[in-house]
């Protein structure tokens, strides 16, 4: 079955240092890869999507590249904040339609705290 | 902006008993999915509706879960009996579609402690 592998956490970083959580899948077909974000206490919130290969998704600074070739699709942030500090979670999907229907497949999520 | 409503935010109880949950989708999203997310995990799939109709139910156990969207609108999560090893968080998430390019809205969860 799908399956989704996130870099161990905890990740502790200094505000303005450069940021990278690795994520690695396996999939059959051509899934959907996303990138979620938790606060304490909320939900999840969508960070940022790709749907097909080479793709980039991008959004508040953070990028992620769909990599086929290496099934990867490794978060990025050139300079992070206080308020960066969350859970991250990489997560897949398959397309849908047919007997699949595009339910998500999860990651054990990136706990990132950030320091002033 | 639209949201995934959920209620209670909080519920404790003790095993044995029964406990529900209560979900009201984006207006208009046909797809609703309820996940639970044990402490320091990701979150897992328990069932899925399309509309009314339930797609997928293969990780909701069946003997103790029960899940029902009857008009296709909102939707309801039952454990009975509770059992200590389903604290968790229960979130309840949307789409318009179940195609996986469309994105997944989330509510912000209950958070169930058994005792």
């Known amino acids: 079955g799908d399956s989704v592998t996130q870099m161990e956490g905890p990740v502790t970083l200094s505000e303005e240092a450069f940021l990278t959580i690795n994520c690695t899948y396996t999939?059959?077909?051509?899934?959907?890869l996303f990138w979620y974000v938790q606060y304490p206490g909320e939900g999840l919130q969508l960070l940022l999507k790709?749907?097909?290969?080479?793709d980039k998704g991008s959004n508040k600074g953070f990028e992620a590249t769909y990599r086929k070739e290496t099934t990867s699709f490794h978060l990025e942030k050139g300079s992070v904040q206080v308020s960066d500090s969350a859970v991250y979670f990489c997560?897949?999907?398959?397309?849908?339609?047919?007997?699949?229907?595009?339910?998500?497949?999860f990651g054990q999520g990136t706990i990132l705290t950030v320091h002033p | 902006e639209a949201e995934v409503a959920q209620s209670p935010r909080y519920k404790i109880t003790e095993k044995s008993q029964a406990v529900a949950f209560w979900c009201d989708p984006i207006?208009?999203?046909?797809?609703l999915y309820w996940y639970r997310q044990i402490l320091g995990q990701g979150p897992e799939l328990l069932v899925q509706?399309?509309?009314?109709?339930?797609?997928?139910d293969s990780q909701l156990p069946k003997d103790r879960f029960s899940a029902e969207r009857l008009k296709g609108v909102d939707s309801t999560l039952k454990i009975q009996p509770a059992e200590l090893g389903d604290s968790a968080m229960y979130l309840c998430?949307?789409?318009?579609?179940?195609?996986?390019?469309?994105?997944?809205?989330f509510g912000p969860g209950t958070r169930l402690t058994v005792l």
């Open positions: 207006s208009g999203h046909a797809t």
């Open positions: 790709a749907t097909k290969a080479d």
């Open positions: 999939a059959t077909g051509y899934p959907s």
């Open positions: 509706f399309q509309d009314e109709s339930v797609v997928d």
């Open positions: 998430a949307s789409s318009f579609l179940e195609t996986g390019a469309y994105e997944q809205f």
């Open positions: 997560a897949l999907s398959d397309r849908g339609g047919g007997t699949s229907y595009g339910k998500l497949t």
